[in-house]
């Protein structure tokens, strides 16, 4: 096995230098200035299929480790980052008119189901449910996961030949099938048995958007109330405590505005995919706390097909809330002519990586959605309509609490 470094310093390897040109009416400009207090983009927005297609062939002009593997190597500011991406590869890539993407190699087959005896927070993750995730979260008119596209990519001319960072070529090697491949360098499983390799150079991969930098837009990362135990053995309160959403009505955020109704929207949004891992969100400041809540690292979904995690489900069936406009969409989409599962099926044959989901993934879509709706009914007949159904836009009557007060309330 040869290691590129080695190769590099003998044969002098450079790094290929392209072209960089601003332009003032790039796909991914326009995407960002669309950015509202109600969504990442507009229904109609028309740069955003732009942006899917100029992400499929945009000239990669530098690819450079993520932030938060940089943050485990104590290489960038850590208070950035929500958690270090352990063993999963991703990689940001920048564009030749100054965009720039995060891209994550594929690391299993489509037929591949999450083997049982995985936890959760050691899963793969899958640069597929990266794509459907944006697909499935446009179609229920969430809009709140940047825009994602699918691409084959030379990992050799578009990654090891465009990095200057020395450790990223570092772990470039040639596989004995004579592929070239590259694991990732961390402080877990990172060897070259778990490395992602070409066929010989072209690796396929999901392509998403960024979104502006946090000098521009800052972003906070807030722990979800519903987070699970990231152990073998610890349950938190939410798993042990049926009446736990009672506790978290009466916290700011969540005992005023739109904060736990989103919290709700997320809930569900996750279930249909099947994601444990929604450890946090994250929401602009500048909108304040009647900002959405923005969906992002989706690539733990579509893990099992055969598994409906029905306490994914707890934010809403603890607290028995739903908007309106949710549950129309999820009964619209229930309806025969507009069933999920088609929806799905012709929204993702736009994709180059085309199949995105097997067949029984997308079935599972459907059983899923009737599986929410069965909730939404029991609250009812629990409550009343009144109740459950709650409008969409309610605005926050509650300031933050001090340190002062939150020792009173304590």
Known sequence: ??????????????????????????????????ISRYALYSRDDPAVPQLLKDMQSMTVVSADYTQDEKALKGACDCTQVVKPSGHHLKLA??????????????????????????????????????????HLDRILDFRRVPPVAGRLVNVTGEVLQVTHNEDLRAVF???????????????????????????????????????????IAPRLS?????????????????????????????LYPYNSGNRLLNIIDMSIFDFLIGNMDR????????FGDEGFLLHLDNA????????????????????????HSTLLRLQLLAQPEFRLSDVMRESLQGDPLQPILTEPHLLALDRRLQKVLRVVQRCIRR????????????????????????KKTR
């Open 1 to 34: 096995m040869k290691y590129y470094s080695e190769a590099a310093a003998i044969s002098n390897m450079t790094v290929t230098e392209h072209e960089v040109t601003f332009d003032p009416d790039a796909s991914w400009l326009k995407f960002h200035l669309g």
């Open 93 to 134: 890539l920048k564009m030749n008119n100054f965009a720039k993407a995060m891209f994550k190699p594929m690391r299993q087959q489509r037929d591949d189901e999450t083997p049982e005896n995985f936890f959760y927070f050691v899963d793969y993750q899958r640069h597929n449910a990266e794509i459907a995730a944006f």
């Open 173 to 215: 090697f040639t596989s004995p099938a004579n592929n070239t491949c590259f694991f990732a360098k961390c402080l877990y499983v990172c060897k070259t048995e778990y490395a992602v390799c070409g066929s010989p150079d072209l690796l396929e991969g999901s392509l998403s958007a960024y979104l502006p930098g946090l000098s």
């Open 222 to 250: 807030i722990p979800n109330p519903w987070i699970r135990s990231y152990t073998f053995t610890g349950r938190e309160e939410w798993e042990v405590n049926p009446f736990y959403c009672d506790t978290i009505k009466q």
């Open 279 to 286: 450890h946090h969100y994250e929401i602009f400041t500048k």
């Open 300 to 323: 733990r979904g579509f893990g099992k097909h055969s598994q409906d995690e029905m306490s994914i489900l707890a934010p809403l069936s603890q607290c028995c809330m739903i908007k």
């Open 383 to 406: 409550l009343n309509h009144s109740e459950v159904i709650t409008k969409d836009f309610v605005k926050s009557t509650v300031r933050p609490q001090t340190d002062t007060e939150m």
